[in-house]
């Protein structure tokens, strides 16, 4: 049995779970609504206070499915509760974020300013010029806008210049050194 999926999903106060056919999952909480369609051979069911997920046999298809299930819920339900953040760094010389209404404008050594506009749903705060939060109550969402602004400049291995996530760490190399 799936260790993961076997656990159930405990829903806090303030939280209202609402499961239609197909499988459509609705999660209200104090910071929003989620929905999301889940896989139909999985049984969803809530029980009192929590959710509990079962697959109908143990092919290595179910299995899978069922651990995934669990998580996606139990993700919406923490995202409502307490919501995502993650956080980015800005490293180098002469780089820096800064926000300018919902736009996120970033100096990041080009000829241009790199500008970001927030996606519905997510915001992002920049501190001290150097550190970029993005928090929002769908963390795949927060992940994938996170990756975006990292990716229009990864961190480079020789002096860690670029945008990492804060607990990231860099495997630096040694430089060229000199002839003699």
Known sequence: MSRIGRMPIAVPAGVTVDIAENNKVTVKGPKGTLERVLPSEMDIKLEGAEIIVTRPNDLKKMKSLHGLTRTLIANMV?????????????????????????????????????????PEGLE??????????????????????????????????????????????IRRKVGKTGKK
């Open 78 to 118: 923490t995202g409502v509760t307490e919501g995502y953040a993650k956080t980015l760094e800005v490293n180098g010389v002469g780089y820096r974020a800064q926000k300018q209404g919902n736009k996120l404008i970033l100096s990041l050594g080009y000829s241009h300013p790199v500008e970001m506009v927030d």
């Open 124 to 169: 992002s705060v920049v501190e001290d010029q150097n550190k970029i939060v993005v928090k929002g109550i769908d963390k795949e969402k927060v992940g994938q806008y996170a990756a975006e602004i990292r990716s229009k400049r990864a961190p480079e291995p020789y002096k860690g210049k670029g945008i990492k996530y804060a607990d990231e760490v």
